[in-house]
């Protein structure tokens, strides 16, 4: 056998075999008239263990290409284009194939590891349990009569919704809009898919911050967009870099994230917000403001959003409520030109016919109650305590080590780490010890960067998340 494995590649090494074994019995490769070698020798051959080699005979024998016989070894199956057995799809191939590219293998295994263990978990975005104003949406449901429609609603979402958000926003967000200008979404991801899907083609060029969430989200290389970065400092991003991309490679669309941005926590300053406005109107790009924080600013103050500056309508909005209410409920929600709302809508209903009435009456209930209010300033105080305990635990186990930037609102903090070290050595190292966390590499192009984030274990296990990784850094 002269083929040898792609130790480089990302996929594993016994599935490149498993697949090269399929390719080479489909075009007489192998014959099915002679033995394969065995695991052992092939083992040898390749120089991989032998438990590669048995994965992937695994492979091939659940989709009826080989059989194996004691004493006999491994042969290719007698009858696979016979009627006696039937041949399972080459599922493998099917995923290879796929134009929706699968998420990072780091960030799968970060959900898989939280979801399957124990572990302090300062690495998912989202609030703690005890965060939901479980209290308030249990009134609502059981001391109110639902009015929704049990039926396929509106494609742009519930209208008394959407009349609810129009206040919403403006009272909050100093945003003026109508209704018809907004489009209910299944949380800000499923918005961002749309834009990207709708309004977008392959070989476009966007320009995102870097570090960001959106540098860790696959769908824009699924889609074919090419993806060109904007440095983020203490208070965003340089609207000059603006002029360079677009002289360059003549982006398309800008993505930004302006209050206390994920990951780094930096809030845009007003000057920096009018300029990059001044330049997209020059240029005639459009800014998708991706908001999801703009509400949780410890001060109490008002933090003015890109939309609520935008005077020509070239912002496309983007919040939600589940970074201050609940990730479950599932309510995002568009704010933009009424012709690319209805396209959005359009490519929505495709997908899912339209968003859920039940959840869509309770967010409406809760944001026009009284103790949504009372919530925002209760989730404040508590994002802010938590917030203390982390830069405070931070400065005990790991003064001298991280440098960092205090956020003024939000749910992340964004670490340095002054030492040289290996991000894949010091991820495992903390998870044997109880802790997850992000790796920067997933969030930006520099090295050496952790997000924390704090909104989701309370104060004691910050501590506790905090001190396990130090002795995970100090151990390496």
Partial sequence: MDWKPDRKAKKAIYKQLAQYIEQGIADGTFPPDKPLPSERNLANVLNVNRSTVVNAYDELESMGLIQRTRGSGTTISKDIWGITKKRIPSWSRYIDAGSFLPNLP?????????????????????????????????????????????G???????????????KHVK????????????????????????????????????????????????????????????????????????????????????????????PTGSLMNVKKREAILDISSKLGIPVVEDDPYSLTAFSGDKVPTLKSLDRHGNVLYISSLSKIVASGLRIGWIIGPTSVIERLSDAKQQIDFG???????????????????AHMKSLI???????????????????????????????????????????????????????IYVPGSTMGSKNGYVRFTFARADENSIDEGIKRFAQALNGL
């Fill in 106 to 150: 780091v960030t799968q295994k970060i959900r898989k590891e939280a979801v399957e263990h124990n572990l302090i978990n300062l690495a998912t975005g989202e609030l703690a349990e005890e965060l939901f104003p479980k209290s308030f949406l249990r009134e609502i449901t059981s001391t109110r009569s639902f009015i929704g429609s049990l």
């Fill in 152 to 166: 396929y609603d509106h494609p742009q979402g519930s209208e008394i919704l959407r009349n609810t958000l129009t």
């Fill in 171 to 262: 009272d909050s967000r100093g945003i003026e809009t109508t209704p018809a200008s907004i489009l209910i979404t299944s949380g800000a991801q499923q918005a961002l898919h749309l834009i990207v899907q709708c309004l977008l083609k392959p070989g476009d060029a966007i320009a995102i911050e870097d570090p960001s969430y959106n540098y860790s989200l696959p769908f824009y290389k699924s889609a074919g967009i090419q993806i060109h970065l904007l440095p983020v400092d203490q208070d965003g991003i340089n609207p000059e870099d603006l002029h360079v991309l677009y002289k360059k490679h003549r982006i398309k669309m800008i993505f930004l994230n302006p209050n206390f941005q994920n």
């Fill in 355 to 373: 968003h859920s009435s039940f959840t869509q009456w309770i967010a409406n209930d809760f944001l026009e109650s009284h103790t949504f209010n």
């Fill in 381 to 435: 105080e508590e994002l802010e305590k938590r917030r203390n305990q982390i830069m405070k635990s931070l400065d005990t186990y790991l003064k001298y080590q991280v440098e960092y930037t205090i956020p003024q609102g939000g749910i992340h903090i964004w670490c340095k780490i002054r030492k040289n070290y290996n991000e894949n050595q010091l991820l495992e190292e903390s998870i044997k010890r109880g802790i």
